[in-house]
């Protein structure tokens, strides 16, 4: 079992989430919904409930070894979250998700965070490959992946789920083995 420690880069602090960030997770997410629906499908139904049923479940998750999902902290508090999903722990194989706060868009955060969740993926977990779906239609996400060395593989053609439809996506691919800026 891999144990829940933060991780801290230059100007965040990456916490395993459990019941105690709901609540402020809650707030960042509420205030950020209008840019987080189009691309994550837990966001058109997200609310306080659900966040704390995330919560609670994340902790569960990251003892199975299943998924590791970190609340991105700056100075001025929750600013956003990322994951990494490992459906089948003995393929080791994993999907990096993240999102940050409508306020707190612009500065890096994602890139600066993503470097540190690339790095726990290869080196605490044994990953030796990571996967990141992109929108076509969402270029900052798709600077991430590129910002972090992922290398785009292909279009997903309604690769990636909402509620109510799905839209096209980028797969991108990462290696164990391979160069990472930074």
């Known amino acids: 079992m891999i144990g829940r420690a933060a991780v801290s880069t230059e100007r965040l602090r990456l916490e395993p989430i459990g ?3 709901a609540e402020e997770l809650w ?3 509420e205030a950020s ?3 987080l629906r189009p691309w994550m499908f837990w966001a058109a139904d997200a609310d306080l409930a659900s966040t704390r049923a995330f919560a609670e479940g994340a902790v569960e998750e990251w003892d199975q070894g299943l998924a590791f999902h970190f609340a991105i902290r700056d100075h001025a508090g929750v600013a956003g979250a990322l994951g990494l999903e490992v459906p089948v722990p003995v393929r080791r194989l994993g999907e990096l998700g ?3 706060a409508s306020d707190r868009a612009g500065r890096g955060y994602a890139t600066e965070a993503g470097a540190a969740a690339v790095r726990f993926g290869f080196d605490a977990i044994g ?3 990571l996967e990141l779906r992109a929108g076509i239609d969402n ?3 798709r600077r991430v992946a590129e910002k972090l060395g992922f290398r785009r593989e292909g279009t997903l053609r309604k690769g990636c789920p909402l ?3 799905a839209y096209d996506g ?3 691919g990462l290696l164990a083995t391979d160069h990472r800026p930074g």
Do not use: I, K, M
């Open 163 to 165: 509620p109510d439809g």
């Open 27 to 29: 707030r960042a997410t």
């Open 98 to 100: 993240y999102w940050v």
């Open 127 to 129: 990953l030796y490959r």
């Open 139 to 141: 270029p900052a996400s």
């Open 170 to 172: 980028f797969l991108y």
């Open 33 to 35: 919904l209008p840019q």
């Open 19 to 21: 019941p105690e960030h």
